[in-house]
T-cell receptor, first 109, second 118 residues
Framework: GIQVEQSPPDLILQEGANSTLRCNFS?????LQWFHQNPWGQLINLFY???GTKQNGRLSATTVATERYSLLYISSSQTTDSGVYFC???????????FGTGTRLKVLA | DTEVTQTPKHLVMGMTNKKSLKCEQH?????MYWYKQKAKKPPELMFV???????INESVPSRFSPECPNSSLLNLHLHALQPEDSALYLC?????????????????FGPGTRLLVL
């Protein structure tokens, strides 16, 4: 089945810094989402982005489907950005979302 | 409304108890999902319902019994659980694409139920 890997696994930033999170997948995808899981466990939708580029405030995402990766950009990070970031994909051969390994982000004040 | 609700938020149960987790959505989604998440791990799929029929069971032990009474509700019945079943249980929903009934579009998650089995 499709493999989904995220990097880096852990990231510590000072407030105000920028960062790039990466999601690599081993097969073509039909759906791709980025989530932020807050400390209480809630998975918050950030982007639905199987291809192309989207922006929402300080966050933006780009998926290059032909090269099998997606990037999540966080600019001017805030302490509330702390948590775990997951990408999740479905491929043409599956009927379910597969989650990546996650990036654990800590933003220091 | 893009909300998925789950009850209860927290649950403590003994190994001989029977309990149920509930999930509800009113987005008209025809796919609903149960996931299990252990600490510091990504969510793992347990079950998928498509049009109120069980379409995927990821080899989950029979002590977990899902039910989809209608297109808005999803239950997970728990019986004779083990301490290693303690985890965060997440419900989600999404649209389905025809004709293959594969997931389509954004998947929305509920806030989860934190389960502790003693």
């Amino acid at each position: 089945g499709i493999q989904v890997e995220q990097s880096p696994p852990d990231l510590i930033l000072q407030e105000g810094a920028n960062s790039t999170l990466r999601c690599n997948f081993s097969d073509s995808v039909n759906n791709l989402q980025w989530f932020h899981q807050n400390p209480w466990g809630q998975l918050i939708n950030l982007f639905y982005i199987p291809s192309g580029t989207k922006q929402n405030g300080r966050l933006s995402a780009t998926t290059v489907a032909t090269e099998r990766y997606s990037l999540l950009y966080i600019s001017s990070s805030q302490t509330t950005d702390s948590g775990v970031y997951f990408c999740a994909v479905t491929s043409s051969g599956t009927y379910k979302y597969i989650f990546g390994t996650g990036t654990r982000l800590k933003v220091l004040a | 409304d893009t909300e998925v609700t789950q009850t209860p938020k927290h649950l403590v149960m003994g190994m001989t108890n029977k309990k149920s987790l509930k999930c509800e959505q009113h987005m008209g989604h025809r796919a609903m999902y149960w996931y299990k998440q252990k600490a510091k791990k990504p969510p793992e799929l347990m079950f998928v319902y498509s049009y109120e029929k069980l379409s995927i069971n990821e080899s989950v032990p029979s002590r977990f019994s899902p039910e989809c009474p209608n297109s808005s509700l999803l239950n997970l019945h728990l019986h004779a659980l083990q301490p290693e079943d303690s985890a965060l249980y997440l419900c989600a929903s999404s649209q389905i694409a025809f004709p293959r009934l594969a997931p389509s579009g954004t998947q929305y998650f509920g806030p989860g139920t934190r389960l502790l089995v003693l």
